[in-house]
């Protein structure tokens, strides 16, 4: 469904509009009962994939779920700088956030828990050696990874009320650089110099097990929501309608990133600590990555409830007002508001088998293309 406001004419004209669905281009449908080799071209690109030649014996040094729990996209009309008009008008911006709700954080774990191990087997029945993940946590380089990290679940804020739950496994802490955010990042620079960066304890747990690392990263989502933006094409024409359009559907999408042990490079920590520190560049790390959602039909709520709340329709009313006001002014202005929020209300068991389905698909198509890869 698209969200329309068209603001060609004066405030007075003011109107939201809920129009039809959206028209985009077709995705491609993945099929469950279709083998991963069948898809995998289809859903997942790779990246440097010649560096994964000779690898064999790997382990799984971080596995993170992330959950969409709310998403949201705004749209606003603009007044060029070529409109010399001299109309007067009142601006909107126009907010549709939509929060998932019926599942906490103890189903997440499941869900989380269950992915990941069975990245695990599909890593080993794509021809693998798979070093167990109790070995691997039995490392005191693991054990120093996990101690810098952050508590998960993790909870990601973004822009216009986004959030979203971050999920390693059972007990663990969630370490990646790219939820723990530029503090984390910053501080893991100052460890570099000692050799104790997560990079560095990282490949020297590799080295340990003599395996080739995989930190695996997905990403749950319910709902896709996309503004039109909120200036106009070079800024010059006038940008008359501000639209949001939101799709409701169950998709996982994330990338397996590989180590490989013989792209390794070890030397000293620094001029003035002889320890020993190792290190895998980035550009000589494969990555498969969904180019493509993995995405279900299915339904997996129970309802989507408008739940716009009385103090968002006071402030679209009286930034509507003031517009009306500054309009009659003959003066532009960006406080008009048009605030929408949802609720889907999700079936726990459904949520929870879809999920295993997708993860399970992507997982094992880009498992596939990576075992080719070799």
Known sequence: MTLSINKALPALTLLALVAGCATTPSAPTYDANASAASQ????????????MKGVAKVGVLS?????????????ATSKGTLDHRGVS????????TYTAKGVDERQLQRIADSACQDAEKQLGSAGFQLVPHATIKANKNYQEIQAGGRPSPFEYKGKGGTRYLVLARTGESVTDSRYIGAGKGLAQSFKSVSGKSSA??????????????????????????????????????????????????????????FQPLDEMKCGRASLMNPAEVCSILSHKQPVFATKQAVASPATFYS??????????????????????????GGQSNKLAQDISRYQVNLLPDVYQAEIATLSNGLIGMAVTKAAAAR
Not at 64 to 74: E, I, L, R
Request: a negative charge.
């Open 89 to 96: 008008r009142a601006d909107v911006k126009v907010s549709v």
């Open 303 to 328: 309802s989507i409830d408008n739940v716009t709340t009385t103090g968002d329709k006071v402030t679209s009313g009286l930034t509507k007002g003031l517009g009306m006001l500054m309009a009659f």
């Open 63 to 75: 596995c993170n779920v992330m959950f969409g729990m709310t998403t949201s996209a705004s749209a």
């Open 40 to 51: 995998a071209n289809t859903f997942i690109d790779a990246d440097k994939e010649k560096h």
């Open 200 to 257: 560095q304890l990282e490949a020297q747990l590799m080295k340990d097990l003599d395996m080739t690392g995989v930190n695996i990263n997905l990403l749950v989502d319910f709902a896709e929501l996309q503004g039109d933006g909120h200036k106009t094409w070079g800024g010059f024409g006038n940008k008359d309608n501000a639209k949001v359009s939101r799709k409701v559907e169950l998709s996982v999408s994330g990338d397996l990133r």
